[in-house]
């Protein structure tokens, strides 16, 4: 859904929980974590996500690990361990028939991989016949609660990491329009949403990070934003330092942008400040709506070379793509620079 | 004379498909290109800078713009 008509109706639902229910959400919905993270008897914590997508590579197998990968991911941004996980699947009548369950099975394949490579276990799930496929999974993990990352946890003098390359919106739109390089704009979307977020997860647990976020929909800005907001910071990203998948830029010159990542960039637009000189299409990338984007930490600046050491060894990228800063008076928080 | 595109009613990136399909036929123009979003309107505006057109923008009442494209 459109950002802001989400939160809207969120705070609609939210408004009649009884107080001794709310208080087992540690973090959640008010600050928009990513996940929400519960209070259990005993001083325990459990986090949990759920999150469903349509295809967006034609492989059956790359999808279903793309859509775990991306659901998984919502775990390692607050600093918790997967543990558990039910498949949510909406399958059309065609693909319920005998000679088309292969694709089915692949997909719930694709799935199981990335659960196993993070160790969690596939408990359960629930089919729904729909006009559209769709797969997706509830997600828990385990977390230590006095030490999770949030989204209003940014200090001024942080850096920020980010640990996967930025474009998946326009490569998929370039993917499903069968455009040139749609092959390999297919290639690169199931390498990289297709790999889990868990050596960035591994970062937050060993350094004790505050805050961390997982890049999806809203993309890099609006995920930035959400932070920046929740924290009372504002946000510098550094156009010319963002990690890009191959021929991103091109494509987003040439105008090959989701009506989605549109729609982020307006609705942020008032938070947001772009400095003369900044290119456009970089500016359309920043809000480029993400499927299993990297994470983007917040690091103190005594702990950046080993929090990019750890990322590299893992084989993720570690890339300074920016600063946080005080707020600021005109209320702009993030900076496009 | 130049070669109208309608892409009225289409979502993105439908409308700079249009536009970057008939570039690839006849690389010169010039377009015309009817669009009734902000979206699309930005997109096909930036593809048509991008391949060397100047971008003219004309209301034609209705929430519908025409994009008018001269090779420069």
Known sequence: ?337 | MSHVIDSCGLSCPQPVLLFLNAVKENPHGPYSVLVDNDASRENVSRAARNRGFAVEEEDQGNGVTRLNMVKT
């Open chain 1, 1 to 337: 859904m459109a950002p802001g008509s989400l939160e809207r109706l969120l705070q609609g639902i939210a408004a009649d929980t009884p107080p001794h229910l709310e208080a087992r959400v540690l973090a959640g919905r008010a600050r928009n974590e990513d996940a929400v993270v519960l209070d259990l008897p005993g001083g325990r914590a459990i986090v949990q996500s759920v999150d469903i997508l349509t295809p967006i590579v034609n492989d059956a197998f790359a999808f279903g690990r793309i859509a775990a990968a991306n659901a998984l991911s919502d775990i390692y941004a607050m600093g918790g361990e997967p543990w558990c996980a039910m498949n949510i699947a909406c399958f059309p009548q065609a693909l319920a028939e005998e000679d088309a369950q292969h694709i089915l099975a692949d997909i719930l394949r694709g799935g199981q991989s990335a659960l196993l490579e993070a160790g969690a276990v596939l408990a359960g799930g629930h089919t729904v016949q729909d006009d559209e496929l769709k797969y997706g999974l509830a997600v828990t993990g385990v977390i230590d609660p006095a030490h999770m990352a949030v989204n209003n946890g940014l200090k001024p003098g942080q850096h920020l990491l980010l640990t996967k390359p930025l474009g998946t919106g326009i490569l998929a739109t370039v993917a499903k329009a069968r455009w040139e390089g749609a092959e390999e704009s297919e290639q690169a979307l199931t390498t990289v949403c297709g790999r889990l977020n868990s050596v960035g997860g591994r970062v937050i647990h060993s350094l004790r990070l505050s805050a961390a976020t997982d890049i999806t929909g809203f993309g890099l800005g609006g995920h930035a934003l959400e932070m920046a907001l929740a924290s009372g910071v504002s946000i510098a990203l550094d156009t010319q330092a963002l990690p890009l998948l191959p021929r991103v830029l091109e494509y987003a010159r040439d105008g090959l942008i989701p009506a989605g990542s549109h729609l982020n960039r307006r609705h942020w637009q008032c938070f947001t400040l772009v400095e003369p000189g900044v290119d456009e299409a970089l500016e359309s990338i920043v809000f480029d709506a993400q499927t299993s984007g990297g994470l983007l930490l917040a690091v103190p600046p005594h702990q950046v070379a080993e929090a990019c050491a750890l990322l590299l060894a893992g084989g993720d990228l570690a890339c300074d793509v920016g600063q946080v800063l005080p707020a600021r008076d005109d209320g702009r928080a993030l900076i496009l620079r």
